[in-house]
Each structure stands twice: as structure tokens, then as C-alpha cells.
């Protein structure tokens, strides 16, 4: 097998990473790193699979001679952005790094600089690929060399080979020149021959091979349209023809390839870099170094050598140290006997901030088997307790009540600190086995999220990584992935001991940093006060669970079923013949094939389809009776899927209940989410979709009691735009809705129209989200000039909303992030040009500025209602308890002798969760079930 030879195209495939990854990706200090990512992304996936034995990258360096032939040359294209024209450059110290040679020459284009490597590779004997975001250099490609680019995805990729061009052009790979001579290229503004396109010119050169054959034969051309066009585009077809061929001969470029032969490198100066630019999922994909004395430049304590150490006086001693072989430390402690459980809980119970953390059978707290607990209390001073293991070493194990009787006393009392990543799951497991954690908690991942709510890496092992500089080893080298994946309690005690005690240990190094990052940045009031106390009230909700009413949802699927059916036979019959429905191509096909519905401003799916998603079908409602089954029909198939065959198989077996999973991490704007159920997400808009609550019931003896925020959103835009007519009519008790439409429409109150109220409604709402006037217009029946005529009016009678919107734009352009009434930031860089964006990106970012002060601070509201809330309860001996939270709704279960103090609690604690210039108002209701419900 020859050698290979990989060359890269350094700024095509930036550039496709540029427009193919999100502008928002940037490092903490303000870096734009889409490029680069891509980039390296790339470039590790070509050395993994290509496994090449020589790499060089070419760069463009500036104007060409082409552009000295034809000054319009890429005349079109905008100029180089400039948080591109950065990342180019971070890419070049990267490929530096990495030891692989770059190649540029005046004059010339990165394409002609690779296409003569790639022509001298030919001549060496090796077998050539060359990567690259287009399709320029495909006419490049010979037996021995091979393109490689990336397709409609910049992660897929396409292989050009003579053959393969064959199939897609019909045409040998040098005739791509002559092609694009006579079609011309839009992107690089070459102009071609106008008049002539791409079918007509394949068809001319599958006749007379080249650009100078054809002009030798134009009398032959018996098209009169195609021969005038030729003879009067001649200058314009060889003009072109000079712009798009690839010099192969670039003067001073010469292949080395010893110089390019793919090095050994310095991994932990990748590593360092990497780690600068938060590229944590990189790291793991460099491929291995063998240099001398090349181990990670950051700290790794995610694969120590040696035996690992016993706690205390337990632990064996080391060896003394030879010139041979110096001995190693003992990274961490396994307890696995009673001298040693001693030991510990006596050196807890001196710390002053504890770190803990449980290895478990499953990522489900309220089913999982707790495995082993891990602890630390200094810097480097972790052990592990394992107490389910049934792998090697688990003989040793103390028995579990043994060590939950030890802990139990240190643990649930407040003198130390308590910390643990993600403390959520952990309270829950510990709190099955009887342990409740005492405050004062600090979580890790909540702080980092307050910190950066736009992060993507809260997991330990980024944080470790990006704030420690420490590689963790991943969870999937214990467990395994896929198929073979395994559960923790199979794996070796020791191999779980290094890895549970890291995690301890680096939580523990974790906060001091983060302590001073949430005071820097004013948000330790939120996190001590709110966030913290609100874990474990999160906890015991979820530990409460809920019952539901599993036979209601079963006749409820049986009676779906029937409906579905019957309204499945009634679109085959409109359509005339039967298909599957559930297919969108085929639905495209019925829809606009079939039935002939128009297609004007639809776009196309990378399947060549029409689109048939739920907007575009609701753009056709009155054009077909089959449009509206359609939509009933999916409608119909989502509630089955997603709720009612979906919730009774989420049924706890040993609780019979439903244990939602709240995320305190969820959304930027810091509002509560849940999964397993996703109980956000219940439709309540329609009858059908309401009636789904009513599986959530009440057990015998007590009662659901709803207690939900009226209008809290506008209640706080009033508070925050301090507009005195809205405040005015928030004091007064009016309908809101109302009072607006009348003062917008200049008519009394009892003369608005419900219509009225509605718009009224929806440009009340939608304030707080930026609407526009095109927004307006797509949600009302209005037009354009009328949606913009009453956002005018709407403004005018509400200046100070005015006011608090322009305001607040300037805020966030002006210092990059935006706050809540209780501090909680959220940053759009993007508005302060850190990041790369157009006009809708811009106005995405403007209307979530907007809305975060709002919709954040009532999730700050609701939250300090609940940790008061559950405070109260306690104190007051009640049986009530908070089961579920639905954006700004708290669901209690309620025995039924505590209705009415329930109700009057509760009521009371949310109306007092914060003073609001429109005072918070909440209505509560009680009954049966989450549907069937009656005002209390």
C-alpha cells in the first residue's frame, strides 16, 4: 500500500465552519471559537480516519493574479468578518502547534498552492487527499488524488473520485474547468458565458470534450440561441476559463514530504490550548503522543498508578524510593473497614466544607441501588465507601447500614458546608437510605449555571477541565456505551474508588472559585437565598411524586385510537388513495403532487420535498378539507405518543406513582424544567389536551389544590417600566386585557368587543418577547400597516413600556447582559459585537433581552414562594406538599381537612413572594384531579 498524503485547505474549511456552527459559540472571555472548532473538528476526524502518513494545510494570503486579470474577481463577496479574520489566524498557531506545515505563496490561491502539492504528490508515488469546505478543486482529482468535502451538514462529508465525478457531472474531472468557463461561478463572480447552463454546457462538452473544441466547431451548434450566445460570449468563456483553472505549477512550491510527514507533537500544549478555548470534547479525540516526557501539561488524576490506599493508618505502606523506580503517592482512600469508617467520620467532622457524591446502578434516583458514597474535605483528600459493589473487591465491602448509621450524624449536621455537583440527584439517593443533607449546600453545577446560564459544559468533567486544568476520566471507560454498556456496581471497587473520589475532590477545588465568581458578579444573594434552599424543596417534590388515574388513560387511548382511525380513513378517501401519513415525504407528495396545492414561498428539505411542517400546513387551511384532518390527525398522534400511552409507563412500581425530574438548570432565564414527564409541555389550549390533566389525581382523602400567578408577567412588566397607566389599572382591579383594548380603541370599557380584548391580549403578552409588528401580524388576523398602527397606539398609551423596552436594549448592548429584580444575568453577546449575528440573530437577541428581566424575575418569584412556601409547611405541622410546578403554577396534594388553611397558606405566601408596584395576585382552585377543579 502506497503512503498517503492529506492536504488541508485551511480557509474554505473555516469558513464553512464559520456559517455552519452557531455565532454564539465563544469562550467565557468573549472569543469567537466557531471556526476554530470546526476547523480542528474536522481535522481530527480526517487524522482518525484517514490515518495519513504526511499532512500539510494551505492558506489564502491576499489578492491573486486573478484579480490583477479581472479586478471583479470575488467581487461579490462580502469582506472577511472580522471575528473570522481572528479565528484564521488562532487557527494557524493551532496547526503550528500541532506540527503540521503550512504552505501559502503571494499571488496565488490556497487551491493553487494544494492542487500543485497534490500534482507533485502524483509524481512521488503517493496516494493524495485534499479536504475542502467546496468543490473549486474537484477538477483536481486524478487515480491518485481524491477530494474530500464537507456535504449539506459541515459534518458530512463526500468523496470525489474520476469516478464519482463521473456519476455527478457525467464529465472527466479537468472538464469542470471548460464547465465552469462556459456556466460561470456566482460565488467568485467569474461571469462565463451568459445564456448558457449547466445542462446545456454538459451536453456541449459530452459532444466536443473542451472550451476550445466547441469554439472550433460553433458552426456545427445548430441551436441558434446557444451559437449567438457562444460567439458573443468567446472573451467572456476563456476570460473565465483562466480565472477557474488551478495552477499546478505554483512557482517555489515544493513537496517535502519528509517535512511533512505527520510528527510527534506536544499533547499538553494542545491541551493547554484546547483548554483556553474550552474545546473540552476535543481533547479526548487527540490522538496519542509518544514524545518523551510528553505527559498532559494539565494535572490528571483520572488514571493513577499503583494500589490505592486504605484510609488512614489502613493504608499500605509505599515501597522506599529507588533511582529505579521512585514511589508513587497514594492518590485517595478506600474505606472498607470499621477502624477506617471511624477514622473518617472523625476527620469530617473537623471540616469545615464536606464534598460528597454517590455512584448508583442508574441515572434515576428514585429507582437506582446506591453503590458506593464518596467524600472530600481538603484539596486532594477524598475516599470512597463502597457498599454495592458485586464486582472484584467487593468482598471487602463494610454493609451499607453500617456505613449510613456513620454518616448520618455528620451529614445532616450544619457545622460544615455541604457540596456536591448536581446535589439534586445526590439529596435524593442519600434521602432514600434516611440521610437528609443539612444546609448551608453548596451546589457546583447550579453556581456555574448562575455564572454562565448560556453554557453548554455544566458536567464535572468540563468544569474540572476548563476551571482546573484537570482531564477526568469519563463515566463510558467504567461502564462501557451502547449495547455493552454496564451498570456501576459490576465495575471493580478500586477502579470506582479513583474514579468517585476524583469527583469529590475536584467539586471540593471547584468552589472557591466559584464562590468568588458569584460574588464578583453580585450573585451569591441569589444563590445562598434562592437557588439553594430551593434543592431540597425540589427534592422532596419529586420524592412526593403524583398519582395517576392509569385505567382514565387507557379508555382515553382506546378512544383516541377509534378517532385517529376513523379520521385516517377519512384522508385516504379525500386523497383517493392510501399512504403513510406519518411519512412527510409523502405527505408532500399527496399534498402538492396529488392534490396540486400551491407551493409558492415554500422551501424545499435537504429530501428535495416540500415542507409539510404544522406552519406551513396552517398557511393552507380553506385550501383542502384534507388540510385540517391532517392537522387533527397529528394532533391526535402526539397526545397518544407523548401522554397518554407514554405517562402510565413512567408509573413508579414500588410508589405507583409519577416522579417528574426537576431541572433547576434548564433554561437561561432560570425557569424550573421537567422531563420524565415533560409536565411543561401538557397542551392546555385545547379541550382535548386539557383533559389529559385530569389522569393527575388525588388520593383517597385528599385533594389537588392549583394555586397559579394571574398575569405575573405583566404585573412585573408594569413594576419594571414603572408605566403609571398599567400600574393604574393593575390597582384598580380591572381586566387588563380589557382596559388596554379600550384605551387603544378610545371606546368605553363595556363596549370592547371580545375580538378587541384578544388582540388586546396578545400585544400585552407579547410585549415582553419584542413583538413586531410582522409578529403581531402572523399570531392576529391583522395586516402589516394595522398590526404597526396598533403598536404604535399600544406605545403611546403605555409609554413607559416603550421606554422600558428601548432601555433595555441599550442595557444589553451597552454591557453585554441584562439582570432580573433579583440580579439573575444573562448575557447576549452577540449585541456587543462578540459574537457574529445578522439583522434576525440581532432581533432574536434584543427580543430575549426584553423578556429575561420579565420572565426571569417571575421565575425568581415563584421560586422564593416555594422554598418560603415549603418552609411553612413544616412549621405548621401540615400534611400538604408541593407534587408539581408548571411555569407559574404550584400543584399541592392536600388532605382534605386542610383545604381551607392549605388554600389561605398558600395564597398568602405567593402573594407575598415579592413586592411588585402591581401587587402579585394568585387564584387558586381545588378538586379531584388537575382538570376538574373549583375556586377556593
Same mark, same amino acid.
Given at each position: 500500500?502506497?503512503?498517503?498524503?492529506?492536504?488541508?485547505?485551511?480557509?474554505?474549511?473555516?469558513?464553512?465552519?464559520?456559517?455552519?456552527?452557531?455565532?454564539?459559540?465563544?469562550?467565557?472571555?468573549?472569543?469567537?471559537?466557531?471556526?476554530?472548532?470546526?476547523?480542528?473538528?474536522?481535522?481530527?476526524?480526517? $487524522?482518525?480516519?484517514?490515518?495519513?502518513?504526511?499532512?500539510?494545510?494551505?492558506?489564502?494570503?491576499?489578492?491573486?493574479?486573478?484579480?490583477?486579470?479581472?479586478?471583479?474577481?470575488?467581487?461579490?463577496?462580502?469582506?472577511?468578518?472580522?471575528?473570522?479574520?481572528?479565528?484564521?489566524?488562532?487557527?494557524?498557531?493551532?496547526?503550528?502547534?500541532?506540527?503540521?506545515?503550512?504552505?501559502?505563496?503571494?499571488?496565488?490561491?490556497?487551491?493553487?498552492?494544494?492542487?500543485? $502539492?497534490?500534482?507533485?504528490?502524483?509524481?512521488?508515488?503517493?496516494?493524495?487527499?485534499?479536504?475542502?469546505?467546496?468543490?473549486?478543486?474537484?477538477?483536481?482529482?486524478?487515480?491518485?488524488?481524491?477530494?474530500?468535502?464537507?456535504?449539506?451538514?459541515?459534518?458530512?462529508?463526500?468523496?470525489?473520485?474520476?469516478?464519482?465525478?463521473?456519476?455527478?457531472?457525467?464529465?472527466?474531472?479537468?472538464?469542470?474547468?471548460?464547465?465552469?468557463?462556459?456556466?460561470?461561478?456566482?460565488?467568485?463572480?467569474?461571469?462565463?458565458?451568459?445564456?448558457?447552463?449547466?445542462?446545456?454546457?454538459?451536453?456541449?462538452?459530452?459532444?466536443?470534450?473542451?472550451?476550445?473544441?466547441?469554439?472550433?466547431?460553433?458552426?456545427?451548434?445548430?441551436?441558434?440561441?446557444?451559437?449567438?450566445? $457562444?460567439?458573443?460570449?468567446?472573451?467572456?468563456?476563456?476570460?473565465?476559463?483562466?480565472?477557474?483553472?488551478?495552477?499546478?505549477?505554483?512557482?517555489?512550491?515544493?513537496?517535502?514530504?519528509?517535512?511533512?510527514?505527520?510528527?510527534?507533537?506536544?499533547?499538553?500544549?494542545?491541551?493547554?490550548?484546547?483548554?483556553?478555548?474550552?474545546?473540552?470534547?476535543?481533547?479526548?479525540?487527540?490522538?496519542?503522543?509518544?514524545?518523551?516526557?510528553?505527559?498532559?501539561?494539565?494535572?490528571?488524576?483520572?488514571?493513577?498508578?499503583?494500589?490505592?490506599?486504605?484510609?488512614?493508618?489502613?493504608?499500605?505502606?509505599?515501597?522506599?524510593?529507588?533511582?529505579?523506580?521512585?514511589?508513587?503517592?497514594?492518590?485517595?482512600?478506600?474505606?472498607?473497614?470499621?477502624?477506617?469508617?471511624?477514622?473518617?467520620?472523625?476527620?469530617?467532622?473537623?471540616?469545615?466544607?464536606?464534598?460528597?457524591?454517590?455512584?448508583?446502578?442508574?441515572?434515576?434516583?428514585?429507582?437506582?441501588?446506591?453503590?458506593?458514597?464518596?467524600?472530600?474535605?481538603?484539596?486532594?483528600?477524598?475516599?470512597?465507601?463502597?457498599?454495592?459493589?458485586?464486582?472484584?473487591?467487593?468482598?471487602?465491602?463494610?454493609?451499607?447500614?453500617?456505613?449510613?448509621?456513620?454518616?448520618?450524624?455528620?451529614?445532616?449536621?450544619?457545622?460544615?458546608?455541604?457540596?456536591?455537583?448536581?446535589?439534586?440527584?445526590?439529596?435524593?439517593?442519600?434521602?432514600?437510605?434516611?440521610?437528609?443533607?443539612?444546609?448551608?449546600?453548596?451546589?457546583?453545577?447550579?453556581?456555574?449555571?448562575?455564572?454562565?446560564?448560556?453554557?453548554?459544559?455544566?458536567?464535572?468533567?468540563?468544569?474540572?477541565?476548563?476551571?482546573?486544568?484537570?482531564?477526568?476520566?469519563?463515566?463510558?471507560?467504567?461502564?462501557?456505551?451502547?449495547?455493552?454498556?454496564?451498570?456501576?456496581?459490576?465495575?471493580?471497587?478500586?477502579?470506582?474508588?479513583?474514579?468517585?473520589?476524583?469527583?469529590?475532590?475536584?467539586?471540593?477545588?471547584?468552589?472557591?472559585?466559584?464562590?468568588?465568581?458569584?460574588?464578583?458578579?453580585?450573585?451569591?444573594?441569589?444563590?445562598?437565598?434562592?437557588?439553594?434552599?430551593?434543592?431540597?424543596?425540589?427534592?422532596?417534590?419529586?420524592?412526593?411524586?403524583?398519582?395517576?388515574?392509569?385505567?382514565?388513560?387507557?379508555?382515553?387511548?382506546?378512544?383516541?385510537?377509534?378517532?385517529?382511525?376513523?379520521?385516517?380513513?377519512?384522508?385516504?378517501?379525500?386523497?383517493?388513495?392510501?399512504?403513510?401519513?406519518?411519512?412527510?415525504?409523502?405527505?408532500?407528495?399527496?399534498?402538492?403532487?396529488?392534490?396540486?396545492?400551491?407551493?409558492?414561498?415554500?422551501?424545499?428539505?435537504?429530501?428535495?420535498?416540500?415542507?409539510?411542517?404544522?406552519?406551513?400546513?396552517?398557511?393552507?387551511?380553506?385550501?383542502?378539507?384534507?388540510?385540517?384532518?391532517?392537522?387533527?390527525?397529528?394532533?391526535?398522534?402526539?397526545?397518544?405518543?407523548?401522554?397518554?400511552?407514554?405517562?402510565?409507563?413512567?408509573?413508579?412500581?414500588?410508589?405507583?406513582?409519577?416522579?417528574?425530574?426537576?431541572?433547576?438548570?434548564?433554561?437561561?432565564?432560570?425557569?424550573?424544567?421537567?422531563?420524565?414527564?415533560?409536565?411543561?409541555?401538557?397542551?392546555?389550549?385545547?379541550? $382535548?389536551?386539557?383533559?389529559?390533566?385530569?389522569?393527575?389525581?388525588?388520593?383517597?382523602?385528599?385533594?389537588?389544590?392549583?394555586?397559579?400567578?394571574?398575569?405575573?408577567?405583566?404585573?412585573?412588566?408594569?413594576?419594571?417600566?414603572?408605566?403609571?397607566?398599567?400600574?393604574?389599572?393593575?390597582?384598580?382591579?380591572?381586566?387588563?386585557?380589557?382596559?388596554?383594548?379600550?384605551?387603544?380603541?378610545?371606546?368605553?370599557?363595556?363596549?370592547?368587543?371580545?375580538?378587541?380584548?384578544?388582540?388586546?391580549?396578545?400585544?400585552?403578552?407579547?410585549?415582553?418577547?419584542?413583538?413586531?409588528?410582522?409578529?403581531?401580524?402572523?399570531?392576529?388576523?391583522?395586516?402589516?400597516?394595522?398590526?404597526?398602527?396598533?403598536?404604535?397606539?399600544?406605545?403611546?398609551?403605555?409609554?413607559?413600556?416603550?421606554?422600558?423596552?428601548?432601555?433595555?436594549?441599550?442595557?444589553?448592548?451597552?454591557?453585554?447582559?441584562?439582570?432580573?429584580?433579583?440580579?439573575?444575568?444573562?448575557?447576549?453577546?452577540?449585541?456587543?459585537?462578540?459574537?457574529?449575528?445578522?439583522?434576525?440573530?440581532?432581533?432574536?437577541?434584543?427580543?430575549?433581552?426584553?423578556?429575561?428581566?420579565?420572565?426571569?424575575?417571575?421565575?425568581?418569584?415563584?421560586?422564593?414562594?416555594?422554598?418560603?412556601?415549603?418552609?411553612?409547611?413544616?412549621?405548621?405541622?401540615?400534611?400538604?406538599?408541593?407534587?408539581?410546578?408548571?411555569?407559574?403554577?404550584?400543584?399541592?396534594?392536600?388532605?382534605?381537612?386542610?383545604?381551607?388553611?392549605?388554600?389561605?397558606?398558600?395564597?398568602?405566601?405567593?402573594?407575598?413572594?415579592?413586592?411588585?408596584?402591581?401587587?402579585?395576585?394568585?387564584?387558586?382552585?381545588?378538586?379531584?384531579?388537575?382538570?376538574?377543579?373549583?375556586?377556593?
Amino acid at each position: 500500500m502506497c503512503a498517503k498524503l492529506v492536504l488541508i485547505d485551511g480557509h474554505s474549511l473555516a469558513f464553512r465552519a464559520y456559517h455552519a456552527l452557531p455565532p454564539e459559540m465563544q469562550t467565557r472571555d468573549g472569543e469567537p471559537t466557531n471556526a476554530t472548532f470546526g476547523f480542528f473538528s474536522m481535522l481530527l476526524n480526517v $487524522l482518525r480516519d484517514e490515518k495519513p502518513d504526511f499532512v500539510a494545510v494551505a492558506f489564502d494570503v491576499g489578492k491573486t493574479f486573478r484579480h490583477a486579470e479581472f479586478a471583479e474577481y470575488k467581487g461579490t463577496r462580502d469582506r472577511m468578518p472580522d471575528d473570522l479574520r481572528l479565528q484564521v489566524k488562532r487557527i494557524q498557531s493551532l496547526v503550528e502547534a500541532f506540527n503540521i506545515p503550512i504552505f501559502t505563496r503571494e499571488g496565488f490561491e490556497a487551491d493553487d498552492v494544494l492542487g500543485t $502539492l497534490a500534482h507533485q504528490g502524483d509524481g512521488k508515488g503517493v496516494q493524495t487527499v485534499i479536504v475542502t469546505g467546496d468543490r473549486d478543486i474537484v477538477q483536481c482529482v486524478t487515480d491518485q488524488t481524491t477530494v474530500l468535502t464537507s456535504g449539506r451538514k459541515f459534518s458530512d462529508t463526500i468523496y470525489y473520485t474520476p469516478e464519482s465525478v463521473k456519476e455527478r457531472y457525467k464529465l472527466a474531472p479537468k472538464q469542470l474547468i471548460d464547465l465552469k468557463a462556459l456556466i460561470g461561478d456566482k460565488s467568485d463572480n467569474v461571469p462565463g458565458v451568459r445564456g448558457v447552463g449547466e445542462k446545456g454546457a454538459t451536453d456541449l462538452l459530452l459532444t466536443y470534450s473542451s472550451l476550445e473544441n466547441i469554439y472550433d466547431h460553433l458552426d456545427e451548434i445548430t441551436a441558434k440561441r446557444t451559437r449567438t450566445a $457562444l460567439e458573443e460570449g468567446r472573451d467572456s468563456a476563456f476570460l473565465s476559463k483562466r480565472l477557474v483553472t488551478i495552477i499546478t505549477d505554483v512557482p517555489g512550491v515544493a513537496l517535502d514530504l519528509e517535512a511533512c510527514r505527520l510528527k510527534d507533537y506536544d499533547r499538553g500544549v494542545m491541551v493547554e490550548l484546547f483548554r483556553e478555548l474550552e474545546f473540552r470534547t476535543l481533547v479526548d479525540r487527540l490522538p496519542d503522543s509518544n514524545r518523551p516526557g510528553n505527559e498532559l501539561a494539565s494535572e490528571t488524576v483520572a488514571t493513577p498508578t499503583g494500589q490505592l490506599a486504605l484510609f488512614a493508618d489502613m493504608a499500605p505502606q509505599p515501597a522506599a524510593p529507588t533511582d529505579e523506580a521512585p514511589a508513587e503517592p497514594m492518590p485517595y482512600g478506600l474505606v472498607v473497614s470499621e477502624e477506617g469508617l471511624a477514622r473518617l467520620v472523625e476527620t469530617l467532622q473537623q471540616a469545615s466544607l464536606i464534598a460528597f457524591d454517590t455512584e448508583t446502578t442508574a441515572t434515576d434516583a428514585q429507582q437506582a441501588n446506591l453503590v458506593g458514597i464518596s467524600l472530600a474535605w481538603e484539596e486532594g483528600q477524598s475516599a470512597y465507601i463502597p457498599v454495592g459493589h458485586r464486582a472484584e473487591g467487593a468482598e471487602q465491602q463494610l454493609p451499607l447500614e453500617q456505613v449510613i448509621a456513620a454518616l448520618k450524624p455528620v451529614l445532616e449536621d450544619g457545622a460544615a458546608e455541604k457540596t456536591a455537583h448536581n446535589a439534586e440527584y445526590d439529596l435524593t439517593m442519600l434521602g432514600r437510605y434516611g440521610i437528609r443533607i443539612a444546609p448551608p449546600l453548596f451546589d457546583t453545577m447550579i453556581a456555574e449555571f448562575l455564572i454562565d446560564p448560556g453554557s453548554r459544559g455544566l458536567g464535572l468533567k468540563n468544569l474540572a477541565w476548563q476551571r482546573l486544568g484537570v482531564e477526568m476520566t469519563p463515566i463510558s471507560e467504567l461502564i462501557g456505551t451502547g449495547k455493552k454498556q454496564t451498570t456501576m456496581d459490576l465495575v471493580p471497587v478500586e477502579d470506582a474508588a479513583r474514579y468517585a473520589a476524583a469527583d469529590t475532590d475536584m467539586t471540593w477545588r471547584l468552589v472557591p472559585q466559584l464562590r468568588r465568581d458569584l460574588e464578583e458578579r453580585a450573585l451569591t444573594g441569589l444563590f445562598r437565598d434562592v437557588e439553594m434552599p430551593l434543592v431540597p424543596v425540589l427534592v422532596d417534590m419529586q420524592a412526593a411524586g403524583i398519582v395517576l388515574d392509569v385505567p382514565y388513560l387507557a379508555q382515553m387511548s382506546s378512544d383516541l385510537r377509534a378517532r385517529l382511525d376513523a379520521i385516517e380513513d377519512e384522508i385516504y378517501v379525500l386523497v383517493g388513495y392510501r399512504f403513510n401519513i406519518n411519512s412527510t415525504q409523502q405527505m408532500s407528495d399527496v399534498l402538492f403532487g396529488t392534490l396540486g396545492l400551491p407551493t409558492d414561498g415554500l422551501k424545499k428539505t435537504q429530501s428535495g420535498h416540500y415542507s409539510t411542517a404544522a406552519g406551513v400546513l396552517e398557511t393552507l387551511k380553506g385550501r383542502h378539507p384534507v388540510i385540517d384532518l391532517i392537522l387533527d390527525q397529528r394532533q391526535l398522534t402526539k397526545l397518544l405518543n407523548t401522554y397518554v400511552d407514554a405517562l402510565p409507563q413512567m408509573v413508579n412500581p414500588a410508589t405507583g406513582r409519577v416522579h417528574t425530574s426537576f431541572n433547576q438548570a434548564g433554561s437561561e432565564t432560570g425557569r424550573i424544567s421537567s422531563n420524565n414527564p415533560n409536565l411543561q409541555n401538557i397542551p392546555i389550549r385545547s379541550e $382535548l389536551g386539557r383533559e389529559i390533566r385530569r389522569a393527575f389525581v388525588a388520593p383517597a382523602g385528599s385533594k389537588l389544590l392549583a394555586a397559579d400567578y394571574s398575569q405575573v408577567e405583566l404585573r412585573i412588566l408594569a413594576h419594571v417600566s414603572g408605566d403609571e397607566a398599567m400600574l393604574a389599572a393593575f390597582r384598580a382591579g380591572a381586566d387588563i386585557h380589557r382596559a388596554t383594548a379600550a384605551k387603544i380603541y378610545g371606546v368605553p370599557l363595556e363596549a370592547v368587543t371580545d375580538d378587541q380584548r384578544a388582540i388586546a391580549k396578545m400585544v400585552n403578552f407579547a410585549t415582553s418577547y419584542g413583538v413586531s409588528a410582522f409578529g403581531l401580524s402572523s399570531r392576529t388576523e391583522l395586516s402589516r400597516s394595522d398590526a404597526q398602527a396598533f403598536l404604535e397606539a399600544y406605545f403611546a398609551t403605555y409609554p413607559g413600556i416603550r421606554r422600558y423596552v428601548d432601555e433595555t436594549i441599550a442595557t444589553a448592548r451597552q454591557q453585554g447582559y441584562v439582570e432580573t429584580l433579583l440580579g439573575r444575568r444573562r448575557y447576549f453577546p452577540i449585541l456587543t459585537g462578540g459574537g457574529r449575528g445578522g439583522r434576525n440573530e440581532q432581533m432574536g437577541a434584543e427580543r430575549a433581552a426584553i423578556n429575561h428581566p420579565i420572565q426571569g424575575s417571575a421565575a425568581d418569584i415563584i421560586k422564593i414562594a416555594m422554598v418560603r412556601l415549603h418552609s411553612a409547611l413544616r412549621e405548621r405541622n401540615l400534611k400538604s406538599r408541593m407534587v408539581l410546578q408548571v411555569h407559574d403554577e404550584l400543584v399541592l396534594e392536600v388532605p382534605d381537612s386542610e383545604v381551607i388553611e392549605a388554600a389561605a397558606l398558600v395564597r398568602s405566601v405567593m402573594e407575598g413572594a415579592y413586592h411588585l408596584d402591581a401587587a402579585l395576585k394568585v387564584d387558586a382552585e381545588v378538586g379531584p384531579n388537575w382538570y376538574e377543579m373549583e375556586k377556593v
